[in-house]
């Protein structure tokens, strides 16, 4: 028995990745009531709630959860099946261009896939530039982008990449100095230890208090390696992202502290223009990054 597929899957998709129906909309270059009546229509079709919406929230339904994960490898393994047919008789060459966050994640976890890609692909040249500034793509004329934290540019196409939990840390020397944290405000007697980011946003896990806390760090220092540097000396507390910290967590060189509060994840997205036609190799990159960022969440779990 073949499935009929609805109308409305790409939507769904761009609404779950995007949060909200109004950025959703941005990026489809349609109306935030369309972008709703398409996803009512798909449900309609479909019979069953896929989102649950609030006017302050979105989230996927049971249902809804299994039919995006679903969809999403459909869609990237189409996809992917589209640009080996086109490529099958033409070699992957030429120079792609590519902006990144730098630090542990820039250094260790994407450029040894970058490496790997040229292996696989010999005639790719690649250029790679690590920076914490915002660069614009279209006017530095970059392929590609990788971006961590919440994406505002809706003239770009967003894949997401891969989330981190963040953690509130400290050396267990710090924490004999200081008195017992309940809220996050206690915060504000203490020595912090910032990157980039001016204010820290908490939610409690159980009641669903939020609480943001404004940054007036003891050092700033847009440097990954630094701030873990300065926690593990005992300088102060610091927000950092589970890839940073994990080994330090594991053996005890670092403390997470207000466990019964969270900090929102750290997204991290690869981001290319609307207008711009994607060359075949720079296509073929954004496919391989995604399927290797799935391919390591599969054996994290």
């Known amino acids: 028995m073949k499935a009929n597929f609805p ?58 959860e299994t039919f995006y994960q679903l969809s999403r490898q459909g869609v990237d393994q189409l996809e992917h099946a589209v640009m080996s047919a086109q490529n099958a008789h033409a070699n992957i060459a030429g120079q792609i261009r590519i902006n990144t966050v730098g630090g542990r994640f820039g250094e260790e976890i994407l450029a040894p896939l970058l490496l790997q890609f040229m292996n696989l692909h010999p005639k790719v040249d690649i250029e790679l530039s690590f920076s914490s500034t915002r660069e614009n793509l279209i006017d530095a004329q970059y392929d590609l982008v990788v971006r961590m934290g919440e994406l505002t540019n809706s003239n770009l196409i967003g894949r997401k990449l891969t989330s981190y939990t963040n953690h509130l840390v400290a050396s267990p020397n710090y924490i004999e100095t200081m008195s017992a944290l309940h809220h996050p405000k206690d915060l504000l007697e203490h020595n912090l230890i910032n990157g980039s980011v001016k204010r820290w946003p908490f939610i409690h896990r159980d009641n ?94």
């Open 7 to 64: 109308e409305g899957i790409r939507e769904f998709l761009v609404v779950v990745e995007a949060q909200s129906f109004s950025k959703a909309a941005e990026q489809l270059n349609i109306s935030r009531a369309r972008v709703s009546q398409i996803i009512s229509r798909l449900e309609k079709d479909m019979q069953i709630q896929l989102l649950y919406r609030s006017t302050r929230s979105l989230s996927l339904s049971p249902a809804g």
């Open 208 to 301: 669903h208090d939020r609480y943001e806390l404004p940054i007036k760090g003891k050092l700033n220092c847009p440097n990954g390696h630094v701030v873990k540097s300065a926690t593990l000396a005992g300088i102060g507390i610091s927000r950092q992202p589970e890839y940073y910290v994990k080994q330090e967590i594991e053996s005890g060189k670092l403390m997470v502290l207000l466990p019964d509060w969270t900090l929102p994840h750290s997204d991290v997205s690869l981001l290319y223009p609307h207008s711009r036609n994607i060359s075949s190799r720079v296509n073929t990159l954004v496919n391989y990054l995604v399927e290797a960022f799935n391919i390591k969440a599969d054996d994290n779990e």
